[in-house]
Structures are given as structure tokens and as C-alpha cells.
């Protein structure tokens, strides 16, 4: 595969997504956390600051050297492997934005169904 940044196709993700839970703050709710995984190594990366703690959005400079292909002297990610893909984690599974984005409109009706059950319920 052809290495690559992702920083662009991040950001045209993220406006293609809006309003679909597939994104960050639209399925955090449901458990699912922003991540990359990595066909290559079939690895699975939470996303992480810098320092290492968890970050609520995707970000680059918090991934390991071995996605890496090439950093800024300030730590700034400039390119990772093209085989890494964005997307997100949730119970130990990597979802892609389409599949988070299923997902969480499923547990959005089944959410929504249970309120209207509990209305029902009450006299």
C-alpha cells in the first residue's frame, strides 16, 4: 500500500459524517471511543494526545512510531502507513465511521423504544 497522511481525509470525514454518529461527539454517548486500526498489522490504536493520555477526537501525534512515516521536529505527525484508517472502538471492536454510524442509529431506536415502553408503563 502506498503510504500517506490522513490528517485531509480526517477532516473531509468528519463534515461527510455529521449528524450520522460518525463522529466523536456523536457516539461518545454510546460507548465509542476514537481510534485507528491498521490493516496491515491488524492492529487496533486508541486515539491519544501527545502525552499519551486518551484524546475524545482523532488525532496523529498521539500514534505510535511503527504507523508513523514521518514527524515533525516539534512531534507534529506528517504522514502515517495508508493502511491506517480512522475510525472508532468500542467493547475491544474497531467500528469504521459507516459501521459506528449503523450502530449508533440502532441503539438510538432501541433507546427511543424503550422511553416510549417506560411512558406506557406509567399510568
Same mark, same amino acid.
Do not use: C, W
Given at each position: ?26 457516539n461518545r ?15 487496533? %490504536?486508541?486515539?491519544?494526545? @501527545?502525552?499519551?493520555?486518551? /484524546? ?6 498521539? *500514534?505510535?512510531? +511503527? $504507523? ?10 506528517l504522514r ?14 474497531? %467500528?469504521?465511521?459507516?459501521? @459506528?454510524?449503523?450502530?449508533? /442509529?440502532?441503539?438510538r431506536s432501541?433507546?427511543? *423504544?424503550?422511553? +416510549? $415502553? ?6
Amino acid at each position: 500500500m502506498r503510504e500517506g497522511t490522513i490528517e485531509h481525509r480526517l477532516a473531509r470525514a468528519n463534515e461527510s459524517y455529521r449528524g450520522s454518529g460518525g463522529r466523536s461527539e456523536e457516539n461518545r454517548d454510546y460507548g465509542f471511543r476514537p481510534a485507528f486500526f491498521d490493516y496491515a498489522s491488524q492492529k487496533l %490504536y486508541l486515539s491519544r494526545f @501527545a502525552d499519551g493520555n486518551p /484524546a475524545p477526537m482523532h488525532l496523529l501525534d498521539g *500514534l505510535p512510531e +511503527e $504507523v508513523v512515516v514521518d514527524r515533525a521536529p516539534s512531534g507534529r505527525v506528517l504522514r502515517t502507513r495508508a493502511s491506517l484508517v480512522a475510525g472508532f472502538e468500542r467493547k475491544g471492536m474497531f %467500528y469504521s465511521r459507516k459501521a @459506528a454510524a449503523r450502530a449508533v /442509529a440502532a441503539l438510538r431506536s432501541r433507546r427511543t *423504544l424503550r422511553s +416510549e $415502553v417506560a411512558r406506557r408503563l406509567v399510568p
